[in-house]
């Protein structure tokens, strides 16, 4: 049938066919509401910057309900080396359930596939957080070559609205010129903003380019007002003893603070019969205070253990 242009053209003439009328209808919403209408469905986001291919959020079509003003909150930091098929059912499960780590309101995961054979090409963070009813962030580094697959990232889960998303391409590539990075977001818990990282550092470069992968993070965190609230967790790879050395020192000359030693281990890994015990994975706090914590050994779908803590905000006045 042939259109009538004026159908189309003239503001005042009906559109008769209402199929076409619907979708123009629809496309006229996406336009004017497209932020809101993405944030209030579920879909993934793609940020329109430089790698946004590589950096989505996105939201579960329920959120669970929390409390809006908690006086504690829990935070997991797990590097979960890509797991996927029933192993990610398990963990989404322990996230549940777990004596140690269920009932997290934040969440920094590391080796998290979105678009892999290795996984089945699973959209993993957006899968947990739907099943777990979270907002979430993901960003991966960027690859060698346009035919490579995507290299695994880094994601942040939370019960609360994820704000002012930025993707860290880590300074210093590893091996091949493979590169890591870190993702920050911002949150409002009870009307206090708290800005969380998820990292991971490359591990086979020397000690002092990994505490300069660090201070990127810093720096970024650096652009916010100094009393503000900050999480900074994550594997850092720092399985030399000076570089967990260092890397303590540089925290705490930034006021941060954690209740997890040194010499605690969270990897283990047997190699020809030996276990291999390092302290990689770390959970960094600047205006908040610990209540408890601990590394959930029991839990070993990784060669990592997850850490967890509950924290509770200090008053404005502590942090400097």
């Known amino acids: 049938m042939q259109q009538n242009p004026g159908e189309l053209t003239d503001t005042k003439a009906e559109i008769k066919h209402p199929q076409l009328k619907v979708l123009l209808q629809f496309s006229l919403l996406a336009l004017l509401c497209g932020p809101l209408f993405y944030a209030t469905t579920g879909f993934p986001q793609i940020s329109s910057t430089p790698g946004s291919e590589l950096l989505e959020t996105g939201r579960a079509p329920r959120i669970a309900t929390v409390p809006k003003a908690p006086a504690d909150i829990k935070v997991v930091s797990y590097n979960i080396r890509w797991r996927g098929g029933e192993e990610l059912d398990k963990l989404v499960k322990l996230l549940k359930h777990d004596s140690e780590i269920a009932g997290a309101s934040i969440i920094g995961l590391q080796e998290v596939d979105r678009n892999k054979q290795r996984t089945g090409n699973l959209n993993t963070v957006k899968s947990i957080a739907e099943k777990l009813g979270q907002y ?55 009307g206090t903003p708290l800005r969380i ?76 019969v030996v276990p291999i015990r390092l302290k990689l994975d770390w959970i960094w706090l600047r205006g908040l205070e610990p209540t408890s914590h601990g590394i959930d050994k029991k839990v070993g779908l990784s060669d990592h253990w997850p850490l967890w803590i509950v924290v509770r905000l200090k008053s404005s006045e502590a942090v400097k």
Request: charged share 25%; glycine share 6%; proline share 8%.
């Open 136 to 190: 979430y962030a993901w960003t991966a580094p960027p690859t060698q070559t346009a035919e490579m697959e995507e290299e695994t990232g880094v994601a942040i889960l939370s019960s609360y609205p994820l704000k002012d998303v930025h993707r860290i391409v880590l300074p210093h590539p590893g091996p091949g010129g493979r590169r890591r990075v870190a993702i920050g977001a911002t949150v409002e818990i009870g």
């Open 197 to 272: 990282y998820s990292v991971h550092s490359e591990n086979r470069i020397p000690v002092d380019e990994k505490i300069e992968q660090t201070k990127a993070v810093l720096e970024d965190l650096a652009r916010y007002p100094t009393q503000m609230r900050a999480i900074i967790l994550g594997d850092l790879n720092t399985w030399e003893p000076s570089a967990v050395k260092k890397t303590s020192e540089l925290f705490v000359r930034e006021n941060f603070t954690t209740p997890f030693a040194n010499g605690k281990s969270t990897f283990l890994r047997t190699v020809l």
